[in-house]
């Protein structure tokens, strides 16, 4: 998937302008590197067009995850962004869906267990039956 199709999937899903959708896609993708180990960081970045690897370039000190939960997470995501958290979690799920179609399968499930099970509510629908897969 290129980056203006990322990103016009991303403004459909959330229903906010292409410009808006940037800056959320941008907020959701630096949380998630705070999130990730450096390691999954490198992967998911490898599968993501070049304006968005340049988002998830991992430092020193994001090579361990940081272990936050989902509320703390739509809140990292909020601030970024400077939104209220309604429309972070909104962002939050758009980018996840997104991802879901850009990314491998394999990926994606990689991904998902680094969540613990309090985001089974922002991920779920990414999950959902129907929604197109990338295969390797």
């Known amino acids: 998937m290129n980056y203006d199709t990322f990103i016009d999937q991303v403004s459909q899903r959330s229903r906010v302008p292409s410009e808006r959708a940037v800056e959320l896609t941008r907020a959701v993708l630096e949380t998630f590197a705070e999130r990730l180990t450096g390691g999954e960081v490198l992967d998911l970045a490898a599968q993501l067009p070049k304006p968005l690897q340049l988002v998830l370039k991992p430092s020193p000190s994001t090579e361990q995850a940081d272990r936050f939960g989902a509320?703390?997470?739509?809140?990292?995501?909020?601030?970024?962004a400077d939104v209220q958290e309604p429309a972070a979690?909104?962002?939050?799920?758009?980018?996840?869906?997104?991802?879901?179609?850009?990314?491998?399968?394999?990926?994606?499930?990689?991904?998902?267990?680094?969540?613990?099970?309090?985001?089974?509510?922002?991920?779920?629908?990414?999950?959902?039956?129907?929604?197109?897969?990338?295969?390797?």
Do not use: K, N, S, W
């Not at 509320?71 to 970024?80: I, K, M, P, S």
């Not at 394999?106 to 959902?128: H, I, K, N, S």
């Open 71 to 80: 509320a703390e997470f739509v809140a990292r995501v909020a601030l970024r």
């Open 89 to 136: 979690r909104e962002a939050v799920r758009a980018v996840f869906c997104t991802l879901r179609e850009a990314i491998t399968g394999g990926e994606f499930d990689d991904v998902a267990t680094q969540l613990p099970r309090d985001y089974r509510g922002l991920v779920e629908q990414a999950m959902a039956p129907g929604v197109p897969l990338r295969h390797a």
